[in-house]
């Protein structure tokens, strides 16, 4: 048993307007299919998408807290001068400069509509397969533990693990990195962006929420109420949803 990311998810105020700035930003398309918004490669919607990770927009009451996301996007660039056209462009689409005391780095850190960080990186060549979006970045206290977590919970192949950062991928090497990077700092505020994760079919939803909690999961009340998916909390308190399985 093992679940696999569904998509990430992005909290917004307004979930239109934040799903037609990372349509544009990676070249695919909005879908609004419900209340949310989903994004995902053009050609119509494929859910759950067999090699990227779509980003599902979803609605809520107010805008993001000042406190910076642990949970981010890292998008991938060919080259510096497409990595300075891909900064410009965003730019031009709503994205703004942002400071997480990051300092001088080869990257440029934005922020979305409302406020969601995110990184332009330079051309690195392990991300030359990946599609726009090179990796989902997960701030943590110990990658190590994370790496032992997220291994278990889901069916990606670890590629490495070390005091400092982890990192895990699609078992048949597509689409996005994930990465646990060490950093300092607490959670001081709800989580904008998490993963949603999904049973196979055939699969028992109930058991893989049971097995999480084995593995060290924790119930989440949101206030959500009565809904099909599960929210939990992993080790570190970083947000996650098991949803339905897909019929």
């Known amino acids: 048993m093992a679940l696999r990311p569904a998509h990430v998810n992005i909290k917004a105020l307004d979930p239109s307007a934040v799903g037609r700035f990372w349509a544009e930003a990676l070249g695919w398309t909005a879908y609004s299919p419900g209340v949310t918004t989903y994004v995902g490669p053009s050609g119509g919607l494929v859910w759950p998408d067999p090699v990227v990770l779509g980003i599902d ?12 996301n642990r949970v981010h996007l890292d998008l991938a660039t060919t080259s510096a001068d497409h990595q300075a056209e891909l900064v410009a462009r965003l730019q031009a689409l709503g994205a703004t400069p942002a400071d997480v ?26 991300y030359r397969d990946t599609g726009p979006i090179a990796a989902v970045v997960v701030d943590c206290a110990d990658p190590r533990a994370m790496a032992r977590f997220w291994g278990e919970a889901m069916d990606w192949t ?24 060490r950093t300092p700092g607490a959670k001081t505020a709800p989580d904008r962006v998490h993963l949603d994760l999904l049973p ?13 909690r084995a593995l060290g999961a924790t119930d989440l009340d949101l206030g959500q109420g009565d809904v099909p998916w599960t929210c939990l909390t992993d080790p570190e308190d970083h947000e996650l949803c098991v949803l339905a399985v897909s019929s």
């Open 158 to 181: 670890l590629h490495e693990v070390t005091d400092e950062h982890a990192v895990l991928r699609n078992a048949k090497g597509v689409g996005p990195y994930l990465e646990f990077l």
């Open 57 to 68: 927009v979803v609605p809520v009451p107010a805008l993001k807290s000042a406190a910076k």
């Open 200 to 212: 196979y079919p055939g699969d028992d939803k109930a058991s893989e929420v049971d097995r999480l």
């Open 101 to 126: 005391s990051q300092g001088a780095v080869p990257w440029t850190v934005l922020a979305d509509p409302e406020g969601n960080e995110f990184c332009v990186l330079e051309p690195r060549e392990v």
